[in-house]
């Protein structure tokens, strides 16, 4: 079994930072992709960023310059750091791992909420 744990989620005032890991374990032979998406209530998932084993990160628009994504490929972890955060990045935030071979298939984090307030 495949599976795909986020942590690092919590309150942060506006302004700061926060940085949340994700790890993909089980019978892993390859990440194709891993990545960060976000959900709030009533609204549909959006792409943060995800990261290729190869070749260029992908990130969505607004979180551009302030969210930074890195992976460690050997691992099967990626992190994302996110600065400058607004309330508007409140939100559960999702880890995505696209495994290829073994176990192929698109696999999902549980979540880990992250609450920018004041």
């Known amino acids: 079994q495949v599976q795909v744990v986020e942590s690092g989620g919590g309150l942060v005032q506006p302004g700061g930072s926060l940085k949340l890991s994700c790890a993909v374990s089980?019978?892993?032979?390859?990440?194709?992709?891993m990545g960060w998406y976000r959900q709030t209530p009533g609204r549909q998932r959006e792409l943060v960023a995800i990261m290729p084993y190869l070749g260029n990160t992908e990130y969505g628009d607004i979180m551009k310059g302030r969210f930074t994504i890195t992976r460690d490929n050997a691992a099967h972890t990626a992190a994302l750091q996110m600065n400058d955060l607004v309330p508007e990045d409140t939100a559960v935030y999702y880890c995505?791992?696209?495994?290829?071979?073994?176990?192929?298939?698109?696999?999902w984090g549980q979540g880990t909420q992250v609450t920018v307030s004041s």
């Open positions: 995505k791992a696209e495994v290829r071979g073994l176990q192929a298939g698109d696999y």
């Open positions: 089980g019978r892993v032979t390859s990440v194709y992709r």
